[in-house]
């Protein structure tokens, strides 16, 4: 079985940084795809992020372009979403998908997600 385990969300004043980790275990994902999204109440989901296991390619959504950083740790198989400087609109329960094809666009494994609320 699959666990996408997301952790590292809380409440946050604007320009506030958060770091948030996603755990997987039941299968590597060294060669796979893993990313974030998220999802605002009364939104769709969006893509926020996503690295390929082969060669570290990252991929960055274009609401928080510029204030993330998406990194992975292969040993730990783990990913992380680093957010900087936080404003209000980036309030959305955050989770963590993951893929054995790198190229995928549509995700077989998914987290529970971690709320992030950042306030005014």
């Known amino acids: 079985q699959v666990l996408l385990v997301e952790s590292g969300g809380g409440l946050v004043q604007t320009g506030d940084s958060l770091r948030l980790s996603c755990i997987a275990s039941g299968r590597t994902f060294n060669t796979g795809v893993m990313a974030w999204f998220r999802q605002a109440p009364g939104k769709e989901r969006e893509f926020v992020a996503a690295?390929?296991?082969?060669?570290?390619?990252?991929f960055y959504g274009d609401s928080m372009k510029g204030r993330l950083t998406i990194t992975r740790d292969n040993v730990k198989n783990t990913v992380y979403l680093q957010m900087d400087s936080l404003k209000p609109e980036d309030t959305a329960t955050y989770s963590c998908?993951?893929?054995?094809?790198?190229?995928?666009?549509?995700?077989?494994?998914w987290g529970q997600g971690t709320q992030v609320t950042v306030s005014s």
């Open positions: 998908a993951a893929d054995l094809n790198e190229s995928a666009v549509k995700y077989t494994y």
């Open positions: 690295i390929r296991g082969s060669g570290r390619r990252t």
